[in-house]
Structures are given as structure tokens and as C-alpha cells.
């Protein structure tokens, strides 16, 4: 497999819900890389009160038809 493209990101998410009354505001770091047959997704993120153990890991994979 070639790879065509693949980056290093940081990212900020804000949101408002009912529920809390406040914005809630998360971070994290992921990791992005594209093939010629497939996108794959690795991402980390922390909620604003999280201790770092309590992030939740994404790990996506999308193939190209």
C-alpha cells in the first residue's frame, strides 16, 4: 500500500447541552494517515474535568469502493 498522505493534529471541541447548564470543552491528538484503499482514524480525547486515564480512544477505518 502507497501511502498518500498522513499528519500529526491536535484539536479543541466545545459544546453546549441542556443537561450541564455550561459549555463543556474537550482536547486531544490524533493521528491521520491515507492510502490508496483506506483512510485510517486514531484519535485521543480528554473532557475539561478528566484525569488523562479517563480519555477515550477512536480508531477509524474507512475503505475506499
Known amino acids: ?3 498518500l498522505f498522513r499528519s500529526i ?3 479543541i471541541d466545545s459544546g453546549i447541552a441542556p443537561v450541564f447548564g ?3 470543552i474537550g482536547y486531544g491528538f490524533g493521528y ?3 492510502t490508496e484503499n483506506a483512510v485510517i482514524s486514531i484519535m485521543y480525547g480528554i473532557g475539561e474535568n478528566d484525569r488523562l486515564t479517563q480519555g477515550k480512544l477512536h480508531v477509524t477505518i474507512t475503505t475506499k469502493i
Do not use: L, P, W
Open 9 to 11: 493534529f491536535s484539536f
Open 22 to 24: 455550561k459549555t463543556k
Open 32 to 34: 491521520r494517515q491515507i
Open 1 to 3: 500500500r502507497r501511502v
